[in-house]
T-cell receptor, first 112, second 113 residues
Framework: QKEVEQNSGPLSVPEGAIASLNCTYSDRGSQSFFWYRQYSGKSPELIMSIYSNGDKEDGRFTAQLNKASQYVSLLIRDSQPSDSATYLCAVDGSSNTGKLIFGQGTTLQVKP | EAGVTQFPSHSVIEKGQTVTLRCDPISGHDNLYWYRRVMGKEIKFLLHFVKESKQDESGMPNNRFLAERTGGTYSTLKVQPAELEDSGVYFC???????????FGPGTRLLVL
């Protein structure tokens, strides 16, 4: 079992729809959770961080964390073609020292 | 404010040669991380510096890899001798605090032939 798992996709949604990206993790003691966006050939760019159970909203993005079920998700509302990218889920494990463990990433395609 | 910079952006070397990658973190960031992504795999942690000290080097693949951070500023990652399986993208990231947001550099694409 991988430490952080994501569906590699591609996930295809029409422009204006809600894109839902999911991630599960194995270390129950994990404390910090991050979503990065990576365009092809570019560096990962932080979109959202979440540390406690529940929802965290920032513009069109909402991160959801459920520590009991060990999953974290990212919702993108009103998806735009510019949102097409690979979305990486990263978890800082129970040591909470910044050693990020990444999932393989989900490729999102937003079709006009 | 300048972001994390890495040099070179690309490197093509032959098996057995030596390559040195450089990372300049964001000014004032004490924490510096190296990660690597090999083809088809997830990004994996290599090591973590706090200032000039190695905090965690549990992800370093073997003793062919040597990382240094002189004076707590820039860092270098040397691979000597390079093997085919070392090919991939090497990312550097920095943060103000160990549990804080990590800002990634553009990466160095290494190809070992």
């Amino acid at each position: 079992q991988k430490e952080v798992e994501q569906n590699s996709g591609p996930l295809s949604v029409p422009e204006g729809a809600i894109a839902s990206l999911n991630c599960t993790y194995s270390d129950r003691g994990s404390q910090s959770f991050f979503w990065y966006r990576q365009y092809s050939g570019k560096s990962p760019e932080l979109i959202m961080s979440i540390y406690s159970n529940g929802d965290k909203e920032d513009g069109r993005f909402t991160a959801q964390l459920n520590k009991a079920s060990q999953y974290v998700s990212l919702l993108i509302r009103d998806s735009q073609p510019s949102d097409s990218a690979t979305y990486l889920c990263a978890v800082d494990g129970s040591s909470n020292t910044g050693k990020l463990i990444f999932g393989q990433g989900t490729t999102l395609q937003v079709k006009p | 404010e300048a972001g994390v910079t890495q040099f070179p952006s690309h490197s093509v070397i032959e098996k057995g040669q030596t390559v040195t990658l450089r990372c300049d973190p964001i000014s004032g960031h004490d924490n510096l991380y190296w990660y690597r992504r090999v083809m088809g795999k997830e990004i994996k942690f290599l090591l973590h510096f706090v200032k000039e000290s190695k905090q965690d080097e549990s992800g370093m693949p073997n003793n062919r890899f040597l990382a240094e951070r002189t004076g707590g500023t820039y860092s270098t990652l040397k691979v000597q001798p390079a093997e085919l399986e070392d090919s991939g993208v090497y990312f550097c990231a920095s943060s103000q605090v160990g549990w804080g947001t990590q800002y990634f550099g553009p990466g160095t694409r290494l190809l070992v032939l």
